[in-house]
T-cell receptor
Framework: GAGVSQSPSNKVTEKGKDVELRCDPI?????LYWYRQSLGQGLEFLIY????????KSGLPSDRFSAERTGGSVSTLTIQRTQQEDSAVYLC??????????????FGAGTRLSVL | KQEVTQIPAALSVPEGENLVLNCSFT??????LQWFRQDPGKGLTSLLL?????REQTSGRLNASLDKSSGRSTLYIAASQPGDSATYLC????????????FGKGTLLTVNP
Protein backbone atom coordinates (compact mmCIF):
# COMPACT_ATOMS: atom_id res chain seq x y z
CA GLY A 1 0.00 0.00 0.00
CA ALA A 2 0.98 3.64 -0.27
CA GLY A 3 3.27 5.13 2.31
CA VAL A 4 3.33 8.64 3.72
CA SER A 5 3.37 11.14 0.88
CA GLN A 6 4.73 14.68 1.14
CA SER A 7 4.59 17.50 -1.35
CA PRO A 8 6.38 19.33 -2.70
CA SER A 9 9.61 17.39 -2.41
CA ASN A 10 11.58 20.61 -2.80
CA LYS A 11 10.55 24.21 -2.24
CA VAL A 12 12.62 27.30 -2.82
CA THR A 13 11.15 30.55 -1.60
CA GLU A 14 12.17 34.11 -0.91
CA LYS A 15 12.51 35.46 2.59
CA GLY A 16 9.22 36.86 3.81
CA LYS A 17 6.99 34.68 1.66
CA ASP A 18 4.51 32.17 3.08
CA VAL A 19 4.79 28.45 2.28
CA GLU A 20 2.51 25.46 2.69
CA LEU A 21 3.80 21.93 3.05
CA ARG A 22 1.45 18.99 2.60
CA CYS A 23 1.39 15.54 4.15
CA ASP A 24 -0.77 12.59 3.15
CA PRO A 25 -0.55 9.94 5.87
CA ILE A 26 -1.03 6.23 5.46
CA UNK A 27 -4.73 5.49 5.14
CA UNK A 28 -6.29 4.66 8.48
CA UNK A 29 -3.50 6.10 10.61
CA UNK A 30 -5.02 8.25 13.31
CA UNK A 31 -1.82 9.90 14.49
CA LEU A 32 0.25 12.31 12.42
CA TYR A 33 3.50 14.04 13.31
CA TRP A 34 5.66 16.82 11.89
CA TYR A 35 9.41 16.99 12.48
CA ARG A 36 12.14 19.28 11.21
CA GLN A 37 15.69 18.26 10.30
CA SER A 38 18.11 21.16 10.06
CA LEU A 39 21.65 20.88 8.75
CA GLY A 40 23.87 19.51 11.48
CA GLN A 41 20.96 19.05 13.84
CA GLY A 42 18.93 16.03 14.78
CA LEU A 43 15.29 15.76 13.96
CA GLU A 44 13.18 17.95 16.20
CA PHE A 45 9.54 17.39 16.98
CA LEU A 46 7.16 20.13 15.87
CA ILE A 47 3.56 19.01 16.38
CA TYR A 48 1.38 15.94 16.54
CA UNK A 49 -2.24 15.31 15.63
CA UNK A 50 -4.63 12.76 17.00
CA UNK A 51 -7.42 12.81 14.47
CA UNK A 52 -7.99 16.46 13.59
CA UNK A 53 -6.91 17.88 16.92
CA UNK A 54 -3.40 18.83 17.93
CA UNK A 55 -2.90 18.07 21.61
CA UNK A 56 0.74 19.08 21.49
CA LYS A 57 2.03 22.07 19.56
CA SER A 58 4.94 22.63 21.87
CA GLY A 59 7.59 22.04 19.24
CA LEU A 60 6.49 24.79 16.87
CA PRO A 61 9.42 27.27 16.84
CA SER A 62 7.35 30.46 16.65
CA ASP A 63 3.89 31.78 15.94
CA ARG A 64 4.82 31.95 12.27
CA PHE A 65 4.36 28.19 12.19
CA SER A 66 0.92 26.60 12.16
CA ALA A 67 -0.55 23.28 11.10
CA GLU A 68 -3.94 21.82 10.51
CA ARG A 69 -5.38 18.46 9.67
CA THR A 70 -8.72 17.90 8.00
CA GLY A 71 -10.89 14.82 7.75
CA GLY A 72 -8.47 12.94 9.93
CA SER A 73 -6.21 12.63 6.92
CA VAL A 74 -4.23 15.30 5.05
CA SER A 75 -2.22 17.80 7.06
CA THR A 76 -0.75 21.13 6.03
CA LEU A 77 2.15 22.85 7.75
CA THR A 78 2.20 26.58 7.04
CA ILE A 79 5.14 28.86 7.61
CA GLN A 80 4.40 32.57 7.35
CA ARG A 81 6.95 35.25 6.57
CA THR A 82 9.70 32.69 6.06
CA GLN A 83 13.18 33.37 7.39
CA GLN A 84 16.49 31.86 6.31
CA GLU A 85 16.70 29.87 9.53
CA ASP A 86 13.53 28.06 8.47
CA SER A 87 15.55 26.28 5.78
CA ALA A 88 15.44 22.58 6.63
CA VAL A 89 13.89 19.27 5.66
CA TYR A 90 10.39 18.97 7.04
CA LEU A 91 9.36 15.39 7.68
CA CYS A 92 5.91 14.02 8.29
CA UNK A 93 5.13 10.70 9.94
CA UNK A 94 2.01 8.76 10.78
CA UNK A 95 1.19 5.84 13.02
CA UNK A 96 -1.82 3.61 13.49
CA UNK A 97 -2.37 4.79 17.04
CA UNK A 98 -0.86 6.78 19.84
CA UNK A 99 -0.12 5.19 23.15
CA UNK A 100 0.38 1.68 21.90
CA UNK A 101 3.70 0.29 22.94
CA UNK A 102 4.31 -0.95 19.42
CA UNK A 103 3.26 2.21 17.63
CA UNK A 104 5.86 2.60 14.92
CA UNK A 105 6.03 5.96 13.18
CA UNK A 106 6.22 5.73 9.39
CA PHE A 107 7.95 8.65 7.70
CA GLY A 108 7.56 10.38 4.38
CA ALA A 109 10.50 11.43 2.22
CA GLY A 110 10.25 15.01 3.43
CA THR A 111 10.07 18.47 1.90
CA ARG A 112 13.36 20.29 1.53
CA LEU A 113 12.70 23.98 2.12
CA SER A 114 15.26 26.56 1.06
CA VAL A 115 14.66 30.18 1.99
CA LEU A 116 16.79 32.61 -0.01
CA LYS B 1 13.95 16.63 28.99
CA GLN B 2 15.11 13.64 27.00
CA GLU B 3 18.47 13.90 25.28
CA VAL B 4 19.76 11.25 22.89
CA THR B 5 23.39 10.85 21.91
CA GLN B 6 24.83 8.58 19.25
CA ILE B 7 28.41 7.45 19.04
CA PRO B 8 30.28 7.32 16.75
CA ALA B 9 29.13 10.07 14.42
CA ALA B 10 30.62 8.18 11.50
CA LEU B 11 31.90 4.68 10.96
CA SER B 12 33.60 3.04 8.00
CA VAL B 13 34.03 -0.74 7.87
CA PRO B 14 34.93 -3.36 5.29
CA GLU B 15 32.21 -5.57 3.91
CA GLY B 16 31.46 -8.63 6.03
CA GLU B 17 32.40 -7.08 9.35
CA ASN B 18 30.07 -7.19 12.34
CA LEU B 19 29.52 -3.80 13.95
CA VAL B 20 27.78 -2.05 16.82
CA LEU B 21 26.19 1.38 16.85
CA ASN B 22 25.62 3.04 20.19
CA CYS B 23 22.83 5.21 21.49
CA SER B 24 22.47 6.72 24.96
CA PHE B 25 19.55 8.58 26.50
CA THR B 26 19.16 10.64 29.64
CA UNK B 27 15.60 9.88 30.73
CA UNK B 28 15.15 6.26 31.75
CA UNK B 29 11.35 6.67 31.70
CA UNK B 30 11.47 5.90 28.03
CA UNK B 31 8.31 4.61 26.41
CA UNK B 32 9.96 2.78 23.57
CA LEU B 33 13.10 3.14 21.53
CA GLN B 34 13.24 2.98 17.78
CA TRP B 35 16.09 2.56 15.36
CA PHE B 36 15.71 4.11 11.91
CA ARG B 37 17.70 4.14 8.74
CA GLN B 38 17.93 7.25 6.54
CA ASP B 39 19.24 7.14 3.00
CA PRO B 40 20.32 10.40 1.29
CA GLY B 41 17.35 12.42 0.06
CA LYS B 42 14.89 9.97 1.53
CA GLY B 43 12.77 9.69 4.61
CA LEU B 44 13.32 7.45 7.58
CA THR B 45 12.73 3.71 7.49
CA SER B 46 11.90 2.06 10.78
CA LEU B 47 14.21 -0.87 11.48
CA LEU B 48 13.38 -2.03 14.99
CA LEU B 49 11.21 -0.88 17.88
CA UNK B 50 11.91 -2.01 21.43
CA UNK B 51 9.18 -1.53 23.97
CA UNK B 52 10.21 -0.31 27.41
CA UNK B 53 9.49 -3.75 28.90
CA UNK B 54 11.70 -5.52 26.37
CA ARG B 55 15.44 -5.94 26.30
CA GLU B 56 16.04 -6.70 22.64
CA GLN B 57 14.53 -7.13 19.22
CA THR B 58 15.86 -8.94 16.18
CA SER B 59 15.17 -8.60 12.49
CA GLY B 60 17.34 -10.52 10.07
CA ARG B 61 20.94 -9.38 10.48
CA LEU B 62 19.92 -6.64 12.92
CA ASN B 63 19.67 -6.91 16.67
CA ALA B 64 18.82 -4.00 18.94
CA SER B 65 19.13 -4.03 22.71
CA LEU B 66 17.75 -1.72 25.37
CA ASP B 67 19.11 -1.21 28.87
CA LYS B 68 16.95 1.37 30.62
CA SER B 69 18.97 1.34 33.83
CA SER B 70 22.13 2.45 32.07
CA GLY B 71 20.31 4.57 29.50
CA ARG B 72 21.77 2.73 26.54
CA SER B 73 20.72 1.00 23.37
CA THR B 74 22.86 -0.72 20.78
CA LEU B 75 22.21 -1.75 17.21
CA TYR B 76 24.22 -4.76 16.11
CA ILE B 77 24.61 -5.40 12.39
CA ALA B 78 25.98 -8.79 11.42
CA ALA B 79 27.91 -9.49 8.25
CA SER B 80 27.66 -5.92 6.97
CA GLN B 81 27.02 -5.28 3.26
CA PRO B 82 27.57 -2.19 1.07
CA GLY B 83 23.78 -1.81 0.93
CA ASP B 84 23.81 -1.18 4.67
CA SER B 85 25.53 2.15 4.06
CA ALA B 86 23.22 4.86 5.42
CA THR B 87 22.68 7.08 8.43
CA TYR B 88 21.28 5.23 11.42
CA LEU B 89 19.17 7.14 13.90
CA CYS B 90 17.88 6.12 17.27
CA UNK B 91 14.90 7.83 18.88
CA UNK B 92 13.18 7.54 22.20
CA UNK B 93 10.00 8.85 23.67
CA UNK B 94 10.50 11.93 25.82
CA UNK B 95 9.81 11.61 29.51
CA UNK B 96 6.19 10.71 29.98
CA UNK B 97 5.48 11.04 26.30
CA UNK B 98 4.22 8.20 24.20
CA UNK B 99 4.39 10.03 20.90
CA UNK B 100 7.10 12.67 20.85
CA UNK B 101 10.31 11.09 19.63
CA UNK B 102 13.64 12.63 20.55
CA PHE B 103 16.27 11.74 18.00
CA GLY B 104 20.02 11.43 18.16
CA LYS B 105 22.06 13.06 15.39
CA GLY B 106 22.79 9.70 13.85
CA THR B 107 25.73 7.54 12.86
CA LEU B 108 26.82 7.67 9.21
CA LEU B 109 27.80 4.12 8.28
CA THR B 110 29.86 3.32 5.21
CA VAL B 111 30.44 -0.32 4.30
CA ASN B 112 33.24 -0.65 1.78
CA PRO B 113 33.17 -3.47 -0.78
Amino acid sequence: GAGVSQSPSNKVTEKGKDVELRCDPISGHTALYWYRQSLGQGLEFLIYFQGNSAPDKSGLPSDRFSAERTGGSVSTLTIQRTQQEDSAVYLCASSPAVGALNSIQYFGAGTRLSVL
Amino acid sequence: KQEVTQIPAALSVPEGENLVLNCSFTDSAIYNLQWFRQDPGKGLTSLLLIQSSQREQTSGRLNASLDKSSGRSTLYIAASQPGDSATYLCAGGSGGSNYKLTFGKGTLLTVNP
